[in-house]
């Protein structure tokens, strides 16, 4: 009873907007944008729904829960491929209010070419019934070409039509690419208590989340701006960080921090296998530790960081967002804003490398590599997008500094930079 009420709430949520919504499907990384309407002459129909598809269905996942929205998103792939017939090709699938913040619903668009409907449509079932997923499925009217969408129901065995079907009709490309809808806070948090809440919540399913709140420090100590100057230093993996942030060190006297920061080391590897929304705030926590760091040996000598807030957002936006760097939020966007909360360093170095130079240090160095920094060498747009979202984040802006020359020349030039900007 409990799961058809929580359906009904789920479903009726949508209603209210469910005609103004845009799905976006991407096939081979293209997107195309279809909505639906009640009424429809003669328009064409998008071309994802052309030819002999077979049968289609969407599946959108949808909860009030951010967790559980999170964590059953990452499951569902896995479910799918595992449990449906070789035939079916399954397609990453959105549903959002055009450019309204906050609107998106994230899932699968799935092509059935098998003989028999059965184990697909029961399996669909299943998902409604259980899960925080909802099903709609498109059919062919009988002339023209028309298709419609139905919303499934839970329990009743049958397609509901709900409230009536809809046509589907092509739709515009919106001004935001949609995997920017969703942003703040799922994958960037932009003040110490948003980050907390979320990790507060996963204590019951993540032992090590209530170990990284009891290492936390208070709200009031992350603010706190020391006597010496902060440098902190930005970059891909193997762009030089470590060379460089040692030898500042012993160039200037400093003392030597990193975000995340050691005591978080132990559950590093966890939070690295969990959804975004958890993985990212985990790491916007580790800041805020680093900054109470910061705070104390700034009282003695200038700081040196390695990596900060600049890591913690770029990767993160670069992540959320698909497709071409010009999906990215545009520059002054808010997403790329400093949290209020949180120190701001003196000065923030961004090393740059080209890729092929870049690639050779990381053979060289022949470590493993996270899976990020794995998928980072396979994927240049990644990399690209990175590196945008580290130019437009403003509060302390970056300064590009090209990490090509030999060691000592460019610890020589960031020495300048910060003489010149920190009076050392
Ligand atoms: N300026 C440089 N020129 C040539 N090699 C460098 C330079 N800086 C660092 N390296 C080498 O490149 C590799 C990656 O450097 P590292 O400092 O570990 O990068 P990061 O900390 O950014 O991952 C190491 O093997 C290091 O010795
Ligand atoms: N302050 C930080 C530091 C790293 N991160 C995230 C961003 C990426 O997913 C990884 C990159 O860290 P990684 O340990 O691979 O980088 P280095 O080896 O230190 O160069 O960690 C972060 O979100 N915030």
Redesign the pocket.
């Known amino acids: 009873m409990r799961m058809v009420y929580e359906m009904a709430r789920r479903t009726m949520s949508l209603l209210p907007h469910w005609s103004s919504r845009v799905s976006s499907v991407e096939l081979n990384g293209t997107p195309f944008y279809f909505s639906t309407q009640e009424k429809h002459r003669g328009e064409e129909v998008p071309r994802v729904f052309r030819g002999n598809d077979g049968r289609c269905y969407s599946l959108l996942v949808c909860s009030s829960d951010t967790i559980r929205r999170a964590k059953f998103y990452a499951e569902l792939k896995d479910k799918l491929l595992t449990n449906l017939p070789p035939e079916c090709h399954l397609s990453p699938m959105c549903s959002f209010l055009p450019n309204i913040k906050d609107s998106l619903l994230k899932g699968y668009f799935l092509k059935d070419t098998s003989e028999s409907s059965s184990p697909t449509e029961r399996l669909l079932r299943d998902l409604t019934q259980r899960d925080p997923v909802l099903v709609c499925s498109y059919l062919r009217g009988e002339t023209g070409g028309v298709w419609t969408q139905h919303l499934w129901s839970d329990g009743d065995n049958h397609t509901m039509q709900m409230p009536k079907d809809y046509y589907v009709v092509p739709a515009e490309a919106p001004e935001h690419h949609p995997s920017t809808l969703n942003i703040i806070n799922s994958d960037v948090f932009y003040s110490f208590e948003e980050a907390y809440q979320v990790l507060e919540k996963c204590g019951d399913i993540i032992p090590e989340a209530r170990a990284v709140l009891e290492l936390l420090p208070s709200r009031e100590e992350a603010r706190r701006k020391p006597d010496f100057p902060v440098i902190v230093i930005e970059?891909l993996?193997?762009?030089?960080?470590?060379?460089?942030t040692e030898s500042l060190r012993d160039a200037l006297g400093a003392s030597l921090l990193r975000s995340p920061p050691h005591c978080l080391s132990p559950m590093r590897a966890r939070f690295d296998r969990e959804p975004p929304l958890i993985r990212r705030a985990f790491y916007a926590l580790g800041n805020y530790i680093t900054a109470v760091q910061i705070g104390q040996e700034g009282m003695k000598t200038p700081v040196i960081v390695d990596r900060f807030w600049h890591s913690t957002a770029a990767y993160a936006i670069a992540t959320a967002v698909s497709g071409p760097v010009c999906n990215l939020p545009a520059e002054g966007s808010e997403v790329y804003c400093w949290p209020s909360d949180l120190l701001q360093p003196s000065l923030v170095v961004c090393l740059t490398l080209d890729p092929e130079e870049r690639r050779r240090?990381l053979r060289?160095?022949g470590q493993g590599k996270t899976e990020e920094e794995q998928e980072l060498d396979h994927n240049q747009l990644f990399r690209l997008k990175v590196e945008k979202a580290y130019q437009r984040i403003s509060g302390p802006a970056c300064v590009t500094v090209d990490?090509s020359?030999?060691?000592d020349l460019?610890l020589q030039q960031v020495l300048l930079l910060i003489r010149g900007k920190c009076h050392l």
């Open positions: 970059g993996d193997a762009t030089g960080k470590t060379t460089l240090r060289d160095r990490a020359p030999p060691a460019v």
